[in-house]
């Protein structure tokens, strides 16, 4: 499979990027900036592993990107936007007391980010093939807390995006994926699983090992199961 995993520099984005070349995929990994060097150690040891720059924020670097996935042999089985951040002033303050310019930030990235790559990638994907977007459980319209409230805001948007992106593509699978509370820079508070296990049911879901429950679902957690909106 040709698979494209955006934000692959630290956390599940790399846990997922070299689970796949590990498998013998072919894998678009795409850094913000500079590689980490665990990114750059991933290149190494996976010929497999392709490293590609882009910031999702930049539109022109999107269809840089694109452009050079395309030109390197054409279609995706499967795309999967991890990037994602969570402000440090979100951890502890209220909606209330929130830093206007982090609620922005989180909006810029996750938000405006997701929609550029959709934008410049979607018609990348293979017919058959899968987009999956990483949102957060924090996006649900129904579970609310007080918690992250600018990062949940951003998460909630995320999902109608890819709501309304599932309704738009009919050619492959869309769906939205709480990845569960990992152990990463972001998720370290809260964490319950390492990084590498949300990658294992991501990468089974990419696959078909692990069915996804299809019609109007679009919204699932990393083994599989619905999620609520
Ligand atoms: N951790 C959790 O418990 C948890 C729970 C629910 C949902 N999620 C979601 O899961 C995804 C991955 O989270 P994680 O825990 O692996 O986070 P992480 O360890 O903080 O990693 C985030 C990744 O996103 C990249 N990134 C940030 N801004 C970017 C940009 N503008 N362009 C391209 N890449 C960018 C980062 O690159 P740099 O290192 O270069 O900044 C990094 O590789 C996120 O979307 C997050 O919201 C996480």
């Known amino acids: 499979m040709r698979i494209a995993v955006i934000g692959v520099n630290q956390g599940l984005g790399l846990a ?11 894998v678009y990994a795409a850094y913000r900036n500079k590689p980490s060097a665990k990114a750059a150690e991933a290149a190494k040891e996976f010929s497999n592993y392709k490293l590609i720059e882009l910031d999702v924020t930049c539109e022109a670097m999107a269809e840089t990107a694109a452009g050079k996935i395309e030109t390197d042999g054409g279609k995706l089985d499967a795309l999967v936007i991890v990037a994602g951040i969570l402000a440090d002033s979100d951890r502890t ?29 979607h018609h990348l994907i293979k017919d058959g093939g899968m987009f999956i977007m990483i949102t957060s459980e924090a996006g649900s319209m129904t579970n609310i807390g007080t918690k992250y409230p600018g990062y949940s805001v951003s998460k909630a948007a995320q999902n109608k995006l890819t709501a309304i992106f599932a309704k ?62």
């Open 93 to 121: 303050r209220l909606i209330t007391e929130a830093s206007i310019d982090d609620l922005r930030a989180a909006l810029e990235v996750n938000v405006i980010g997701s929609a550029i790559v959709i934008k410049h990638f």
């Open 168 to 229: 738009t593509e009919s050619r492959y699978t869309v769906c939205a994926v709480h990845p569960g509370r990992m152990n990463t820079v972001m998720g370290r508070n809260d964490a319950q699983i390492e990084p590498e296990e949300s990658a294992e049911g991501i990468y089974k879901i990419i696959t078909g090992e692990k069915k996804t429950p299809g019609g109007n679902t679009w919204f699932i957690d990393y083994r599989g199961g619905e999620m609520e909106i």
């Open 16 to 26: 997922l990027s070299r689970l796949a070349a590990a498998k013998g995929h072919d």
